[in-house]
């Protein structure tokens, strides 16, 4: 996913510099004109070496995530991005906006998903509320903008254009990754969704396909 947010936020003309373990998409990242930093989010000098490499930030994007096994990075790797995006914050004189992805099954949106699901995930869902949690706080804290996206279940094929926000924590389904990205991108150029937490589905990809009411960008 997060190679199709750094694909649409450069074709909106943006800035961009990305944060990866590793090397793979160099070449694409290079050929966009955007910025590679080699890094992993585990490690505080990574994540500061990749805010230095610019003067200021206007938004930080984190698709970081871990597995079941390993799902250290949702919690640790997310929190070093958010408190020093703060600290970047601070040092250029405003805050940036942090847009946050989870997962639907994060914190209140525990009952969404179906009880196996859940419990296979149980030990990634955890740290990510972790991630939330700090993210809530430090936004209060220092007065930093924030929106935290929960995705539904993530597919590798093509957008779709269907998919959607919504403020109910009961909703779950599957989206593309292009369309979260999509949703994503929108949140990090319109301050409408600013403050919320917001599950993202396929509208068309529902379970059960309860009615809901969608939140508009």
Known sequence: MAMDVVRQLKDAGTWVTVLQRKNDDRAEIEKMGAFLSKGDALDVKSVQKAYDMVEEYDAVVSTVGGTPADPKADSEGNINLIELAAK??????????????????????????????????????????????????????????????????????????????????????????????????????????????????????????????????
């Open 88 to 217: 970047k914050g601070e040092e250029q004189g405003r805050m940036p906006k942090f847009v946050l992805v989870t997962s639907i099954g994060t914190g209140d949106s525990q009952g969404a998903p179906p009880p196996q699901v859940y419990e296979a995930l149980k030990p990634v869902l955890d740290e990510k509320v972790k991630a939330e949690d700090r993210l809530r706080a430090i936004c209060e804290e220092k007065g930093m903008p924030f929106v935290i996206v929960r995705p539904g279940g993530l597919k590798t094929e093509k957008a779709t254009g269907t998919g959607v926000l919504t403020e109910d924590t009961t909703i779950c389904g599957a989206i593309h990754r292009a369309d979260v990205a999509s949703l994503v991108v929108k949140c990090v150029l319109k301050d409408k969704a600013n403050g919320k937490t917001l599950s993202a589905v396929d509208a068309e990809q529902l379970f059960d396909q309860p009615a809901f009411e969608t939140f508009e960008l």
